[in-house]
């Protein structure tokens, strides 16, 4: 099944304590991205790649890294997670943006505390 | 920068047509997509509109006209399971580079019986 697989669902974490939200796509696409979704502002793009080892700054990158070091897996790296990054996180990945649109994963509910 | 503006909430009841419309400032505008967010679960591509005119896709069509930097999400005979948010987003070229998409704040449907 073509999927966007997002690891973990949920975690809940201490201030400070570094962590990774993994993302796995296998339809061999080249677009991959990281959004966050608060309530009352939609989902805002964190970091974006449009192939291996390219990657760019979204809307808000602040505390944020991402790796492309393989086509299929774009990991979300949170050095020193604060609470402020207390949010829903999705990753998506597209063959080429625009018509194709996006498939999203599931969501990671992040809770720092 | 990029700037989308939708409607926070709209209601309509069963068998209905109702419109969402999306107005956007952006530059090096690409094209407009629309999103469907059901509570809890993650964004599904609906539509996308490169061009000016009307892209129909069974119960639900999407209108673009970039003159007027506007667009919107028609749906027609509303049922029950329509009820969702809708997420419009632009594609746009900035900084030199191709972007990805930004999303609007989007547009919670309550369908009523």
């Known amino acids: 099944e073509a999927q966007v697989t997002q690891n973990p669902r949920y975690l809940i974490t201490v201030t400070g304590k570094k962590l990774t939200v993994t993302c796995s796509q296998n339809m061999n696409h080249e677009y991959m991205s990281w959004y966050r979704q608060d309530p009352g502002l939609g989902l805002r793009q964190i970091y974006y790649?449009?192939?291996?080892?390219?990657?760019d700054k979204g809307d808000v990158p602040e505390g944020y890294k991402v790796s492309r070091k393989e086509k299929r897996n774009f990991p979300l790296i949170l050095e020193s997670p604060s609470p402020n990054q207390t949010s829903l996180y999705f990753c998506?990945?597209?063959?080429?943006?625009?018509?194709?649109?996006?498939?999203f994963g599931s969501g990671t509910r992040l809770t720092v505390v | 920068g990029q700037s989308l503006e939708q409607p926070s909430e709209v209601t309509a009841v069963e068998g209905a047509i109702v419109q969402i419309n999306c107005t956007y400032q952006t530059s090096g505008f690409y094209g407009l997509s629309w999103y469907q967010q059901h509570d809890g679960g993650a964004p599904t591509f609906l539509s996308y509109n490169g061009l000016d005119g009307l892209e129909e896709t069974g119960r639900f069509s999407s209108f673009l006209s970039r003159s007027d930097s506007y667009g919107y999400l028609l749906l027609q005979e509303l049922q029950m399971k329509d009820s969702a948010s809708y997420f419009c987003?632009?594609?746009?070229?900035?900084?030199?580079?191709?972007?990805?998409?930004?999303f609007g704040s989007g547009t919670q449907l309550t369908v009523l019986p």
């Open positions: 998506a990945s597209s063959p080429g943006g625009g018509a194709y649109g996006y498939t």
């Open positions: 987003a632009v594609r746009d070229r900035s900084s030199g580079s191709a972007r990805q998409l930004t």
């Open positions: 790649s449009m192939n291996v080892e390219v990657t």
